[in-house]
């Protein structure tokens, strides 16, 4: 990946707004143009799609720049879409859209069509909410300027080029040098993190240090896996602010796929304050914005589909809606060849309503507190407890995961793994991020990319990422940041295999 370049990202932008006039973005355009497009036809992206499809970094330009607005946040999308005259509406010419004006040869007429039809360009983008319509002079400031800056921001930033089918239901080829590729469904935010002696009652002082990173369950969860070497894409919602930038700056310096994160116009991405003590034990208070969360909208569309459908795994965390939660695995419960699922428990509302799809949930991870909380008429008396009251319910396997033990319970296994003797906290936020994992990292391993079966775990694999979560305690006030490599779990491995 290219660093992230201000200073190339304004370079692009002003060469795409000045290719809007007249016609729009062509190959002819590109060809016969005044303007000194080399710092476009120099980009990695560019170039990579000209190598792999055995054409010019000219003519790779339009198709490109194309699946790039795709990616974008629907008003970025429907902006460039219109004033670059990408036709990304062309083909399909939804109704109450007339393709001729949208993408007409004069700019001025563009512009006008975008203003007048912007509510149902929004709602055919899946914009949930619509923003108000500007009219053409506003247009042409800070919307503009935002919507050019964000194309312009993925074009530089982007290493690989992924092909124009992804957009339309074929997932990308797997990078070579991964194990399997998982999909991650949860939120990310900002982390605000006060690491103190003791947590204060509500009248008490305690003196600490503070630090905001990259965070969430989502996040953490995909941030850990990519470290194993899994090729992760992450489903999450993001504000159109600084913290949102910073979110994907992060993920993609990880190597985590974030062509399925939607960014959220004029919204501010949620922050998360923890308050964590010298034990490791952590206090949580969760700060959101509505209009950060997923919606159906996203679930329907071709690359998400086809992210769940080509997946090798999919772990969802019940930080999203419950709604997104059911669409989310009803849709892994309807493919004939569904990928492996695991869902991280969460204190939520109403969680009767998850019991129907628990059968299709292979592995069901969380602290005790967390999956007492699932089943709130019975009080968990103890982890194997709980982890049986939710295999009668229909999951398949319950991982009680806490203080860096684990207590495993499936109709094949019953397993209560200790502390590891280099377990020196009592916990450490988004250990559990890194026993799930781990734990896809096992099963993607030991699994042939042409067996029949699915792969299920053992006593090893657990014990593997059991010692993952050991891994974690370099915690050091960036949770995703202290996530383990290969190297790190089985170096804990062989040391406790040392002192037995």
């Known amino acids: 990946m290219v660093p992230h370049d201000d200073t190339a990202i304004v370079a692009i932008r002003n060469i795409l707004t000045r290719l809007c006039k007249r016609s729009g973005l062509s190959s002819d355009r590109l060809n016969t143009t005044e303007i000194d497009v080399d710092p476009l036809l120099d980009l990695p992206v560019v170039r990579r799609y000209a190598a792999v499809h055995g054409t010019t970094p000219l003519a790779a330009v339009p198709p490109v720049v194309r699946e790039h607005a795709r990616r974008l946040p629907p008003t970025h999308r429907v902006i460039t879409d219109a004033e670059l005259a990408l036709g990304l ?3 399909t010419a939804p109704a109450g859209i007339d393709p001729t004006s949208l993408y007409s040869q004069d700019l001025g007429t563009r512009r006008e069509y975008l203003s007048a039809h912007w509510r149902r360009l929004h709602e055919i983008a899946g914009a949930d909410p619509i923003p108000p319509a500007p009219t053409v002079r506003s247009l042409r400031a800070t919307p503009e300027r935002r919507a050019f800056t964000a194309l312009a921001a993925l074009l530089v930033t982007g290493s690989v080029y992924r092909d124009d089918s992804a957009a339309h239901g074929t997932i990308r080829p797997r990078p070579r040098g991964t194990v399997g590729t998982l999909t991650v469904v949860g939120d990310a935010v900002i982390d605000h993190i006060y690491r103190v002696d003791t947590i204060p009652d509500a009248r008490g002082f305690a003196r600490g240090r503070f630090s905001d990173n990259p965070g969430g369950k989502g996040l953490n969860r995909a941030v850990a896996a990519a470290r194993l070497g899994i090729d992760v894409r992450l489903v999450t919602t993001i504000g159109d602010d600084p913290a949102g930038q910073r979110i994907l700056d992060y993920l993609r310096a990880e190597r985590v796929d974030t062509s399925l994160v939607k960014v959220v116009p004029q919204a501010t991405t949620p922050i998360t304050a923890l308050i964590v003590s010298r034990t490791g034990i952590a206090g949580t208070i969760f ?37 997104i939660i059911e669409q989310v695995l009803t849709a892994v419960q309807a493919l004939p060849d569904r990928p492996t699922l695991l869902l991280a428990a969460a204190e939520i509302d109403s969680p009767q309503i998850l019991y ?46 806490e203080d860096f033990g684990c207590t495993v319970r499936s109709d094949r296994v019953a397993l209560d793994i200790p502390r590891f003797q280099a377990a020196a906290l009592t916990d450490v936020p988004g250990s559990r991020g890194a026993f799930s994992a781990a734990l896809v990292y096992r099963l993607l391993t030991a699994t ?12 090893k694999d657990y014990n593997w990422a059991t010692a993952a979560m050991v891994a974690t305690q370099s915690f050091a006030g960036d949770v995703p940041g202290a996530m383990p490599t290969v190297d790190e779990v089985d170096r804990i491995i062989r040391l406790t295999a040392e002192k037995h």
């Open 448 to 459: 042939k990319p042409d067996a029949d079966t699915r792969r299920i775990a053992d006593e």
């Open 89 to 91: 509406l062309r083909d």
């Open 287 to 323: 700060c959101e914005d509505d209009r950060i969360r997923l919606t159906g909208t996203e679930l329907i569309g071709p690359a998400v589909r086809a992210a769940l459908t080509e997946t090798d795994a999919v772990l969802v965390t019940l930080e999203p809606p419950l709604p």
């Open 356 to 401: 129907r799809y628990l059968s299709v949930v292979d592995y069901l991870i969380g602290s005790t507190k967390e999956l007492d909380s699932m089943v709130p008429e019975i009080a968990a008396r103890s982890g194997p407890h709980i982890a049986q009251q939710l295999q009668m319910l229909g999951a398949r396997t319950v991982c009680v995961v």
